[in-house]
Nanobody
Framework: QVQLVESGGGLVQAGVSLRLSCAASGGTFSTYDMGWFRQAPGKEREFVAAISWTGGNTYYADSVKGRFTISRENAKNTVYLQMNSLKPEDTAVYYC????????????WGQGTQVTVSL
């Protein structure tokens, strides 16, 4: 069983940067694809970014492409989401997710961390 714990959220002003971290335990981190999702109030959860188990492939939602960067550090069992040029519409609870590389769906989810971007 994989446990995921997000950190790094907070209340920030538009235009600044924030870095989220997700620490994993209980599994072989290097065999997991990792993703970040978010859910804004009254909206469905949406995909933000993902990184393959090798770190060689990254994927982004159009809404964050060019502003957010996902990365991983297997030695620390941690995945990061660097968020630059934050906008009020980035306000949401951000969730970290994991899936074994050969599986189609994310099976493990963190509790989420709140990011609030004010004008």
């Amino acid at each position: 069983q994989v446990q995921l714990v997000e950190s790094g959220g907070g209340l920030v002003q538009a235009g600044v940067s924030l870095r989220l971290s997700c620490a994993a335990s209980g599994g072989t981190f290097s065999t997991y694809d990792m993703g970040w999702f978010r859910q804004a109030p009254g909206k469905e959860r949406e995909f933000v970014a993902a990184i393959s188990w090798t770190g060689g492939n990254t994927y982004y939602a159009d809404s964050v492409k060019g502003r957010f960067t996902i990365s991983r550090e297997n030695a620390k069992n941690t995945v990061y989401l660097q968020m630059n040029s934050l906008k009020p519409e980035d306000t949401a609870v951000y969730y970290c997710a994991a899936k074994i590389y050969y599986k189609a769906s994310y099976a493990y989810w963190g509790q989420g961390t709140q990011v609030t971007v004010s004008l």
